[in-house]
């Protein structure tokens, strides 16, 4: 029998905000442990909670981003249980009465493009963090993520594969950073994910029982867990059992699910509306101004770029998605003055990209600009400099900056064109190599390589190779 995988995640990102959602404390990731604390957080008796504003903003900014409709009035929620890292014994939530809900995701997979659900969004805090210390029979709580931000994304049973939900994944978190609602840094805890799964008979209606995944905190992991947990669901079946409904933890070491505990329902949990907060009321106007400061959606502007600058969906979403919206600022800024869009983006994904990625440089601090760029660009379309040369002065563009052209003459690095000196060259090349003219001339024709190279060493590089080609051609006789 063939079975269908019904996926559905829950997402919980970290809002970019300077401070804790109830409390004054930083939200800096990496500080000594306890240190971003306070009586708030800490759940001491007697304190209240006060909302942070930024909070809000980024909240309704998400749902906006993600079509969603906005609730005027939603209702905060205490969430019981308990667990060390919790120091309240509740998690302030929301829960019937969310702040967004009824959104979609457009995403690209390998199926063409899928329209995600969005059920609901809504902000909470996080909890603290376990620290169990190998070799130690005790266990440490950090409570410096207590009270930090976070927005939970929960999708409808839209997924239909560990690939499918992988993609939605990285679409999602990549609109999140481009729009400046959250860093998503999965290392620090601030993308994590929770699958619903179940399998169901193909052509049967009925969703089958479903286990939860929890914590998966990298692409790969969502997409080998899922993948895992399918696969065991159906071979549960397959051998006459019945699926329990519970929650699993992914154990990447041993390649298996593990069962954790029985899944909780909304019941287990008591929910009840939080005394200490009154309903958030949103005003239309509020969401209005929001909306209207909102920028162009990564989405959007990969599609404008394939049919504006011609370029390919690959390049477009490496150019709108990926990395840091500044990218796609600094493209059409250069596009505009440098006709040619294809070889640019070429440049931005290449020499651009690695230099980011391997940390030579930063959007924050980068020195190049869009007229250097274009202006450097000119001068290898003019043969005025070799590739290679172009990318030493890039290099210093990106470092220090300047004019493509004075770094070109300061370092020597302009190409020879001179067809009538080439010639010379050509020529005491041809005559010092007789051996190998022969050879060429007789059938060998990868000499032309070394030929080529030959020239390009009596010149130190800087031959024009184009001129170069077509003088050995015709010396050659070819």
Known sequence: MNYIPVIGLEVHAQLLTRTKIFCGCSTEFGAPPNHHTCPVCLGMPGVLPVLNR?????????????????????????KNYFYPDLPKGY???????????????????????????IKRIHMEEDAGKNIHETGSASSLVDFNR?????????????????????DYLKTLRDLLVSLGISGANMEEGGFR????????????????????????NSFRFVRQALELEIARQIGVLEGGGRIVQETRLYDPGQGVTRAMRSKEEAHDYRYFPEPDLQPLVVEEAYVAEIDEALPEL????????????????EEARSLTFEV???????????????????????????????????????????????????????????????????????????????????IVE????RQVSDTAALERVVDEVLAANP??????????????????????????????PAVVNELLREKLGD
Do not use: H
């Open 298 to 313: 990564p989405r959007d502007r990969m599609k404008r770029f394939e049919a504006q600058y011609g370029l390919s969906r």
């Open 146 to 166: 207590a009270g930090v931000p976070l927005v939970e994304i929960v999708t409808e049973p839209d997924l239909g594969s560990p690939e499918a939900a992988s």
């Open 91 to 117: 998690q302030i939530s929301q829960y019937e009465l969310p702040l967004c809900e009824n959104g979609q995701l457009l995403v690209d997979t390998a199926g063409g493009e899928e329209r995600v659900r």
């Open 193 to 216: 994910c929770d699958a619903n799964v179940s399998v169901r008979p193909e052509g049967a209606k009925e969703l089958g029982t479903r286990t939860e995944l929890k914590n998966l």
């Open 324 to 406: 840091d919206r500044r990218i796609g600022e600094l493209f059409e800024a250069t596009a505009a003055r440098y006709p040619d869009a294809k070889k640019l983006a070429n440049w931005f994904r290449g020499e651009l990209f690695r230099a980011l990625n391997e940390g030579q440089a930063s959007l924050d601090t980068l020195r190049l600009t869009p007229e250097s760029f274009a202006s450097l660009l000119a001068l290898i379309d003019e043969g005025q400099i070799s590739l290679n040369a172009a990318k030493e002065v890039f290099a210093e563009l990106l470092a220090r900056g300047g004019d493509p052209g004075t």
């Open 54 to 78: 930024k909070v809000v903003e980024l909240a309704v900014k998400a749902g906006l981003a993600l079509r969603c409709e906005i609730r005027r009035t939603s209702v905060w929620a205490r």
């Open 435 to 464: 051996a190998e003219v022969e050879r060429y001339r007789a059938g060998k024709k990868k000499l032309f390589g070394f030929f080529t190279g030959q020239v390009m060493r009596e010149t130190k590089g800087k031959a024009n």
């Open 410 to 413: 300061a370092r020597g690095l």
